[in-house]
């Protein structure tokens, strides 16, 4: 008698992003070799596709366990680029957060010191000032040779000069530089291609 094709090592309920991701570190990852996605959808069909798609690991909080999850993932995520040849077109143009209240001006620069603490990078304070440290600014693609950490801009004609976009009443923004967007749909195209080649099966 053979054996029944439903048998499974792993059986993962749902072919979202999630699921196909388990399935990917399952099979690919760690060499599970008879793992099971199960959905009466067609994968990354519900939610997954529908996402803002964006990341950052800039999240203020005295110990918030978010910036060290993020980093786990960011790191995941860019491993996965470098595989793939980026093919889910991951990259860093950041975050911006601004204000035009006077009175958050200082809130925002508290708030700001504390993910560096947390391990999210360095804090870059830009005042318009001779000994101001350098600023990089984000490229439209890719996702190497940026800066981490954040860069807070407290000198207005200074930030409208790399952000000429701005409303002339913003008076502070901080720039979020391991950050950035990617497209989520192709990603999950791409861990369940790996984890079927390593293996894995769609049941819908």
């Known amino acids: 008698m053979s054996a029944n094709p439903?048998?499974?090592?792993?059986?993962?309920?749902?072919?979202?992003?999630?699921?196909?991701?388990?399935?990917y570190h399952l099979?690919?990852?760690?060499?599970?070799?008879n793992v099971l996605l199960v959905d009466e959808r067609p994968p990354l069909s519900l939610?997954?596709?529908k996402s803002t798609e964006c990341?950052?690991?800039?999240?203020?909080g005295p110990g918030s366990a978010m910036v060290s999850l993020m980093n786990r993932s960011i790191d995941i995520l860019e491993s996965l680029a470098q595989e793939s040849g980026d093919i889910f077109h991951l990259n860093r143009r950041g975050y911006l957060y601004l204000t035009?209240?006077?009175?958050?001006?200082?809130?925002?620069?508290?708030?700001?010191?504390?993910?560096?603490?947390?391990?999210?990078?360095?804090?870059?304070?830009?005042r318009g000032l001779p000994d101001d440290p350098p600023?990089?600014?984000?490229?439209?693609?890719?996702?190497?040779?940026?800066?981490?950490?954040?860069?807070?801009?407290?000198?207005?004609?200074l930030l409208r000069s790399y952000f000429p976009s701005l409303s002339s009443r913003v008076i502070a923004g901080?720039?979020?530089?391991?950050a950035g967007w990617f497209s989520a749909k192709q990603l999950g195209a791409y861990l369940l291609e790996q984890a079927r080649r390593h293996g894995a099966r769609l049941l819908q």
Do not use: K
Request: proline letters at 10%.
């Open 55 to 60: 990341y950052r690991n800039w999240w203020p």
């Open 47 to 49: 939610t997954s596709d």
């Open 174 to 178: 901080l720039p979020v530089r391991r």
């Open 6 to 23: 439903l048998n499974a090592q792993v059986v993962i309920c749902g072919a979202g992003i999630a699921g196909v991701s388990a399935a």
């Open 100 to 126: 035009a209240a006077p009175g958050r001006v200082g809130a925002m620069l508290t708030a700001a010191q504390e993910p560096p603490i947390l391990g999210a990078g360095e804090l870059r304070v830009h």
């Open 135 to 157: 600023y990089i600014p984000a490229q439209p693609e890719g996702y190497q040779g940026m800066p981490g950490g954040a860069d807070l801009f407290l000198d207005p004609a």
């Open 27 to 33: 099979a690919a990852r760690h060499a599970v070799r």
